[in-house]
Structures are given as structure tokens and as C-alpha cells.
């Protein structure tokens, strides 16, 4: 059982100011989507109200409409500019659809040293899918069609569920036995355990594999039928033979995944991509990770299997010409956009931040600038982003601690809180500058 959330100098403040959430807690995306813990329940992620649609160079909305056409994506930005927003924003609003597109996540992760074999992506993008259409099948089984009293389907799809690893496992294990617990009640509990089923039924579970609760998902006799249908043991699959080894190079591990999850009746596949640079930081190095998966783009095309790239700026370059020599310049099969945020997008950044955490009047820092500190503390602050949402928020949050350091007795920014935030971004500077060289 959890125990509730502390009230802090910084939560007092922000209460204070008539907020009921940290607006500036964290510029991850990643910790955002996860539920607040406030009192003894979790509440809604505030990553759903906080989300803003970030545009391309061109000023165009990157909507979610325009990521789920079905054609090979890539979106390039810079650290810190949303990339990864985007893509938990694309993937949970398939999943809400429930239009029975699968969208599977393979997020390269700092564990990754070299670039991979293709056998190694094999293993990779057949877990993730295996884990991706396990939860979407559990997601969708009260409210679309699929073929639950198939019995080749069903042993196809534990199939699945074992490519997904002991995580999986371990999830299908735990919602059998907390329903046998709770003798499949579902009744308002004061933990925190009981208050997240409320508000996600079994999505709560799906964080142990690396994914978010994207909707409520009830415990019906349906889904438990049917998870325990899927934690059965299958019989020992056959040896490999060395031409199964050998296939491996033709991703032949995804490629049977693909196939169960059109027997599932899900198509289009989007596959996503993300955290490529998460270890490496080289141009080339980044570029050479991802480039045996762009082999397979014309064949996952007619798959109905479309790439969904979200990829560091340093990469365009060798990216777009990759696809210049391989497809040449009038390739109608790839959508490439670069995020670009501008001082207007920053501005109602702020402004629907403190939006969505309760706050109906506060439309500009300048408004919680005491006289004496110079005009434009807003323009200040969205200047040294750099057009960065993520430093944005860095900054604005260092603002906060930096007056609550400063043991200021009133709720406005002072001018003692201005400099020592300036002198606090110089000394960071100062150190970037250090390591870098």
C-alpha cells in the first residue's frame, strides 16, 4: 500500500497559487504519462491535458490525423523538443480508437553499445510486438471483434504472449490471481492499489512491461477467460533447423508476429521507433542502428506495416539522403517533418499549463513578477529555452525553487529570484562547456 503524497514547500506554493498540480514537476515525458499519486489515490496522468500539438518548419500542426495516414513517418527534433511526446501521444490515441490498428513500441534503450544484427532487431521487434498485441487484444476484447473462439488463433496468440517475455507472463499470472483475490469484485478501495484499478481496471498492470494504461480496461469474464486462456503452457516448440536460424535475417520472429496479429484482425501495423539516441550520440553510429530496418520498407509497405520514426535532428542529413538514393527524390511512401517550436507555441505552452493544473486567470509569468523585476520575464524565459519545451519547463521550475530558496513571504517573483536563476543557468553553462571540451 502506498502512502500519500507529502505536502511540500513547493505544493504549498503552487497551491497557493490556486493550482492543483505541478505544471512544472518534470519535462520528461516518460515520468508525465505516469499517474499522480495525490492523497491516498492516483489521478489522471496530466500528460493528456498538458499535450500540445508541436508544429513542423513549416507551421503546420504535426496532428495525430496526419501521423496515422498510412505511410512510412519520421520525425526529427532535437532533444527536449517532444518527439517522444508525440509518439506516446500517437500511440495512446490508437489505442482509444479501437479501430483495431496496432501500434507496436520498440524503444532503443541505453543497453545498446553497437550496432544491432539483424538477428538482434528479430528478437527485439518480435517482443515488442509480441507485448504490444497481447495488451491490445486484452484492450479491445469487450468491445471489437476478434476471433476468441478460434482455437489456431488462440494458440497463435500465447505464442505471442510467450515472445513477449517472462514480463508478460508475469502480468497474465498477476490478473488472474488478484482477480481469484478480490473474488473478481471490483470495489472501491481506499490504497492506492485499489484506487488505480479503479480509474485503469487491468491497464494498471501494463507499466510492468513498459507500456501506459491508455483507457479503462474492466476485469469482465471475458478478459479473464480469456488471460487464462493465454498463461496456459504451449508444447515445446519444434529445434530450430539452421534455415529458421538463417532466417532471422529476413526478421522472420516479427514477421510471424505479423501474421498473428492479422489473424487478430489488426491492420495497419505502425511500428515506432524511439530513443535511438538514448546511448549513442554520432551522426552515423545512430544512423547505422536503424538502417537494417529501412531495408524491409517497401516490404513492410505492403504488409500494411508502416514505420514511424522519431529521430535526433543530427540525423536528417544522412536520412534524407539514404532515402534520396534508395527511393529517389519523389517518394510519396515517406512522410518527413522537423518539429520547430516558435515563441507563440512556447507562450501557450505556459498558458495551457497552467490550464489544465487549475489555474483560469494566469495567462503569463509576468503576472507573478513583482514590479521592480524587469519587464518580459516570460519573453526572458522562453528566449533561454532555446526553443526547447523541455528547458522551458526546466527553467520555469528553477524559477519556482530558486524563490522558495530565496524564503520569499509573498507568491510573486522578485528580482533576487530572477538573478539567481540566470546565475544558476551561467554555472550549468559553464559545466556544459567544461565537458564538452
Do not use: M
Given at each position: 500500500m502506498g502512502k500519500p503524497a507529502e505536502r511540500t514547500?513547493?505544493?504549498q506554493y503552487l497551491e497557493?497559487?490556486?493550482?492543483?498540480?505541478?505544471?512544472?514537476?518534470t519535462p520528461v515525458a516518460e515520468l508525465e504519462i505516469q499517474p499522480m499519486l495525490k492523497h491516498s489515490a492516483p489521478s489522471d496522468s496530466m500528460f493528456f491535458?498538458?499535450?500540445?500539438?508541436?508544429?513542423?518548419?513549416?507551421?503546420?500542426?504535426?496532428?495525430?490525423?496526419?501521423?496515422?495516414?498510412?505511410?512510412h513517418t519520421v520525425i526529427f527534433g532535437e532533444p527536449g523538443m517532444g518527439k517522444t511526446s508525440l509518439r506516446l501521444w500517437l500511440g495512446a490515441e490508437c489505442r482509444n480508437a479501437l479501430d483495431?490498428?496496432?501500434?507496436?513500441?520498440?524503444?532503443?534503450?541505453e543497453d545498446i553499445q553497437k550496432p544491432l544484427s539483424m538477428a538482434e532487431h528479430d528478437e527485439r521487434l518480435a517482443r515488442a510486438l509480441g507485448i504490444d498485441l497481447t495488451i491490445q487484444v486484452l484492450e479491445g476484447v469487450d468491445q471489437v471483434s476478434l476471433p476468441l473462439t478460434n482455437a489456431d488463433a488462440l494458440d497463435a496468440?500465447?505464442?505471442?504472449?510467450?515472445?513477449?517475455?517472462?514480463?508478460?507472463?508475469r502480468l497474465l499470472k498477476q490478473i488472474l490471481d488478484d482477480a481469484q483475490a478480490k473474488g473478481h469484485k471490483e470495489e472501491e478501495k481506499e490504497d492506492i492499489e485499489g484506487a488505480r484499478f479503479e480509474r485503469y481496471g487491468v491497464g494498471m498492470y501494463w507499466e510492468r512491461v513498459g507500456r501506459q494504461a491508455a483507457r479503462y480496461v474492466p476485469r469482465s469474464e471475458a478478459l479473464l477467460k480469456l488471460v487464462k486462456a493465454l498463461a496456459e503452457r504451449r508444447a515445446p516448440p519444434k529445434a530450430e533447423t539452421d534455415e529458421a536460424e538463417k532466417n532471422t535475417q529476413k526478421l522472420e520472429k516479427f514477421r510471424k508476429g505479423i501474421e498473428?496479429?492479422?489473424?487478430?484482425n489488426f491492420a495497419p501495423i505502425f511500428l515506432v521507433i524511439d530513443g535511438v539516441d538514448n546511448r549513442m550520440r554520432d551522426p552515423q553510429e545512430m544512423f547505422d542502428l536503424i538502417e537494417p530496418l529501412l531495408e524491409f520498407a517497401e516490404e513492410f509497405q505492403r504488409e500494411k506495416v508502416f514505420l514511424k520514426l522519431f529521430l535526433p535532428l543530427e540525423m536528417r542529413e544522412l536520412f534524407m539522403k539514404y532515402l534520396l538514393v534508395r527511393f529517389g527524390e519523389l517518394n510519396p511512401s515517406w512522410i518527413c517533418d522537423t518539429i520547430k517550436w516558435r515563441k507563440e507555441d512556447l507562450h501557450r505552452l505556459i498558458v495551457e499549463r497552467f490550464r489544465a493544473a487549475g489555474s483560469s486567470t494566469i495567462?503569463?509569468?509576468?503576472?507573478?513578477?513583482?514590479?521592480?523585476?524587469?519587464?518580459?520575464?516570460?519573453?526572458?524565459?522562453?528566449?533561454?529555452?532555446?526553443?526547447?519545451?523541455?528547458?522551458?519547463?526546466?527553467?520555469?521550475?528553477?524559477?519556482i525553487d530558486t524563490h522558495l530558496e530565496n524564503k520569499n513571504q509573498g507568491l510573486l517573483f522578485t528580482q533576487a529570484d530572477w538573478e539567481g536563476v540566470k546565475r544558476k543557468m551561467s554555472q550549468l553553462r559553464a559545466r556544459s562547456i567544461s565537458y564538452q571540451n
Open positions: 514547500p513547493r505544493s497557493s497559487l490556486g493550482l492543483n498540480a505541478d505544471p512544472f514537476e491535458y498538458y499535450f500540445i500539438q508541436p508544429r513542423n518548419e513549416k507551421n503546420e500542426a504535426l496532428s495525430v490525423r496526419k501521423l496515422r495516414q498510412e505511410a483495431h490498428t496496432l501500434v507496436v513500441s520498440c524503444i532503443f534503450g496468440l500465447r505464442g505471442q504472449a510467450e515472445v513477449g517475455g517472462r514480463g508478460i507472463a498473428v496479429a492479422r489473424s487478430w495567462y503569463s509569468l509576468d503576472l507573478l513578477a513583482e514590479e521592480n523585476v524587469p519587464e518580459g520575464l516570460e519573453d526572458w524565459v522562453i528566449a533561454q529555452s532555446h526553443g526547447s519545451p523541455r528547458h522551458l519547463l526546466e527553467i520555469i521550475s528553477q524559477l
